[in-house]
């Protein structure tokens, strides 16, 4: 189960809860034991929660809607003193987490002490689109197609007499492709030829005046140059692409704004950590990560008085969620030991809070796993039986990439050498082979060993594979040649292992929560009963169509006005 997996748990209260009890005391709304709930706890619960909560819904009875509500409160007082909780406080990721809670809560009440508007103005929104439209704008680009016959001077006439014949039969209606892996004499001919999509600029002398000159769907005539004579067919034209201002204003307003509430954010961080002492590193100073291959991963990268983190944490934070995160993490600490500071009772408070959020969190997980592990046994085989076709294991995939960097402005000749490369070593599947190759045709280039990992992780975790691996893949094949970023890459499959049914003991996991996700309502309504029994939950029943006819019932006529609850569409 996963820890957002108890979310819905102990959403209302059932009627079986409430009951009449002739010793309500004014105020009074509902009872547990050793405790009471007031209707000044229903205010401070109802503030805590979005506008749209704070009332019953249009057409819906006020009696399930108050047992929902008191019931969250209810669960929240009681799941953090239960043995479940007690049990998740000794665990060693708890206190990170509530340390990690503690300073988002901090951090957040600085940012809005010192909170700042930022105001756009035209002029700048069109100083911005005058700074990115070079980069927005798009040229012309084609995918084309080259058939080319290698000649020396003396037979240049006869290789394009040649050249042209071949033209010709394409312009009847052969496969230009096919054409070209039969008779052309260049690196990319076992791939039909294909280049592109490129722009004029990556093109040089008659290739890119002939290509850029035909129409889609044409043919050149034979284009002679000193090493041979080439034919060209262009498959594909993307047109230019001019930005305009009016259909991007508000992406970049939006980016404008964010980059300055940045730096308004970086420029608290820096002022925080003076105020405070803390030694910032040049690094998050500048809002900026380091090289993370060159941390020390026991080393203290940042302390803020309360908090010191380890390398190692800050590593793992990056690569669980992003840079972005990281930076955001260490900023959250700064301005979070700068608010404490400040405010240290109210920062106490906030420490308790979130502890106890925490605790109720790790128990409602706790009970929820409790349940989905006790699933009949019956009921998981019937569901095996009934789902095992998609029970299956990921596709495990082992590679080695060889990688060369592409020339700016050659992308064709770029993609000479891996094609070449891909040429001689798919004749040979000895290993010892491959080296040599490499060694001849790797000059400038790179190898990377690829770890068996889950085809779908390996997608995900690096996009610029998708393209290559969305093809039928089997050990020891060849892949590529395809574009990485700044790279043309040939990878081998060193392994791979194909998905597999899994068998009962396997699926266990998976049937589990397969199972949750079927019973889901009648889980959480058998877990509400169990906690209000186990705690002697129940609920004042009283006749009233509105809030107010209710807080109005329940109050004694000599209670201060503090005791009702306040506007709920106050914030």
């Not at 240290?344 to 929820?368: G, H, I, K, N, Y």
């Not at 791979?496 to 889901?520: G, I, K, M």
Request: hydrophobic share 40%.
């Amino acid at each position: 189960m996963t820890r957002r997996a108890l979310a819905g748990l102990l959403a209302c209260a059932l009627a079986a809860f409430a009951a009449c009890g002739p010793s309500w005391e004014p105020g009074e709304l509902a009872r547990y034991e050793d405790g009471v709930i007031t209707s000044a706890d229903l205010d401070r619960h109802l503030r805590t929660l979005p506008p749209e909560q704070r009332r019953p819904p249009d057409g819906q009875p006020l009696q399930p809607w108050l047992e929902e509500r008191l019931f969250e409160v209810f669960s929240g007082r009681v799941l953090a003193n239960t043995t479940e909780a007690e049990e998740a406080a000794r665990a060693e990721a708890f206190e990170l987490d509530v340390a990690r809670a503690v300073d988002q809560q901090l951090a957040r009440r600085w940012l809005q002490r010192h909170n700042a508007e930022f105001e756009l103005t035209s002029e700048e929104i069109a100083a911005e689109f005058e700074r990115f439209a070079p980069q927005m704008r798009s040229p012309e680009r084609r995918v084309f197609r080259s058939l080319s016959l290698a000649a020396g001077e003396a037979e240049l006439d006869e290789r394009c007499d040649e050249a042209g014949r071949l033209a010709e039969r394409a312009r009847g209606g052969e496969s230009f492709a096919a054409l070209v892996r039969e008779h052309s004499e260049s690196a990319n001919a076992r791939i039909g030829g294909q280049v592109g999509p490129v722009e004029r600029s990556q093109l040089r002398g008659e290739a890119a005046r002939v290509v850029f000159a035909l129409d889609q769907g044409e043919i050149s005539h034979p284009v002679r140059t000193p090493n041979g004579c080439f034919v060209f067919f262009v498959e594909q034209i993307h047109p230019a692409i001019e930005p305009e201002l009016a259909l991007v204003q508000s992406d970049l307003a939006q980016m404008l704004a964010e980059r300055k509430r940045a730096e308004w954010k970086l420029g608290l961080v820096r002022d925080a950590a003076e105020e405070t002492g803390i030694e910032l590193p040049e690094w998050l100073a500048q809002g900026r990560l380091p090289d993370l291959s060159a941390i020390d991963s026991d080393a203290v990268v940042l302390e803020t008085g309360e908090r010191a983190f380890l390398g190692r944490e800050l590593v793992q934070m990056v690569r669980r969620s992003g840079p972005e995160e990281g930076i955001d993490r260490l900023q959250a600490s700064v301005l979070a030991a700068a608010f404490a500071r400040s405010a240290p009772d109210v920062a106490s408070v906030v420490q308790e809070q979130q502890r106890r959020a925490q605790l109720t969190r790790a128990a409602q997980e706790a009970l929820f796993e409790r349940a989905v592990a006790e699933a009949p046994a019956d009921e998981l085989e019937a569901l095996y039986a009934e789902r095992r076709d998609e029970l299956l294991t990921d596709a495990r995939i082992e590679l080695q990439a060889f990688l060369w960097p592409i020339q700016p402005g050659e992308p064709t000749r770029s993609l000479a050498r891996p094609q070449e490369f891909l040429a001689a070593v798919t004749q040979q599947s000895d290993p010892d082979t491959v080296d040599r190759v490499w060694e001849r045709l790797g000059a400038g280039g790179r190898t990377v060993s690829l770890p068996e990992t889950a085809v779908r992780e390996l997608e995900r975790t690096t996009p610029q594979l998708k393209e290559m691996l969305a093809t039928e893949l089997t050990e020891g094949a060849w892949l590529g040649p395809h574009r990485m970023g700044n790279e043309i890459a040939v990878a081998r499959i060193v392994r791979y292992l194909e998905p597999r049914q899994l068998s009962y003991v396997e699926a266990s996991s998976r049937l589990r929560q397969l199972w949750f996700e079927q019973n889901r309502e009648s889980v959480e309504t058998s877990l509400r009963q169990e906690l209000g029994e186990r705690f002697g939950f129940v609920v004042r029943q009283v006749r009233a169509e509105t809030l107010g006819e209710l807080l109005a019932a329940v109050q004694d006529s000599g209670q201060g006005a503090g005791e009702v609850p306040a506007n709920p569409d106050a914030p």
